[in-house]
């Protein structure tokens, strides 16, 4: 949720058009969303656009992956094009732990077009010869196959839901400056960033978490 309010803040165009979808599926009253989905839960799954946000954050700022035990056999190859004595190298996995690297898969141009820019379109698309069009299990916030994530169907619907009740509500702005008065930084310009934002993942707990936990302003929106 952290990663995704941060992404609301930088794309005002992006909460633009998930107020326009909150107001058509849920009514122009939002504070009253709550009792609407509560007649109706599933009203929560007609907001494709709002899933394509969520999936969308999930992948741009991927904070999840897995691991699994190497096998007797089974080799990392480098890649073709990769560093001179890297290419082609057959790697063992056995007595390893091997890390899936989500991540790297998320913003790898040989399966995502345009990887590092957040186009929550992508996952609208549905012509397979579109450019965005999501690659064939290329979205892992969840993982695929037999041991991907059980409560990943929850998880969806919590955040969702979430955002259903909050988007509409709230406006929500990075708090840097007053961040830096308070813990008394005085000159803000020399703090660390990352891709030029303060806000970065960090830890190595599972899930990380955000650089700071991200401070922020809410102000609540007039009707």
Not at 14 to 35: F, T
Request: aromatic share 10%; proline share 9%.
């Amino acid at each position: 949720m952290a990663w995704l309010l941060r992404l609301l803040c930088q794309y005002p165009g992006v909460v633009a058009k998930l107020r326009e979808e909150h107001d058509a599926v849920l009514g122009p009253n939002a504070w009253d969303a709550a009792n609407v989905i509560r007649e109706d839960p599933l009203l929560v799954n007609q907001l494709p656009y709002t899933l394509a946000v969520l999936k969308e954050s999930m992948r741009y700022h991927t904070n999840v992956g897995t691991m699994r035990r190497g096998e007797p056999g089974f080799f990392l190859v480098g890649p073709p094009g990769s560093d001179p004595g890297f290419e082609g190298k057959k790697m063992p996995t056995e007595g390893f732990v091997v890390w899936d690297g989500t991540w790297a898969v998320h913003r790898d141009p040989e399966f995502w077009h345009r990887p590092n820019e957040f186009l929550p379109e992508r996952f609208l698309v549905t012509d397979h010869q579109d450019p965005l069009f999501p690659p064939t299990n290329g979205w892992r916030s969840f993982l695929s196959g037999p041991r991907n994530c059980i409560g990943q169907h929850l998880a969806v619907l919590e955040i969702k839901l979430v955002m259903a009740l909050v988007t509409r509500c709230f406006d929500v702005e990075v708090a840097w400056e007053e961040w830096d008065r308070v813990n008394g930084t005085s000159n803000s310009k020399k703090a660390l960033t990352v891709w030029g934002d303060r806000c970065y993942q960090v830890g190595t707990d599972s899930p990380p978490t955000v650089k700071d936990r991200m401070p922020v302003h809410v102000r609540v929106r007039t009707q």
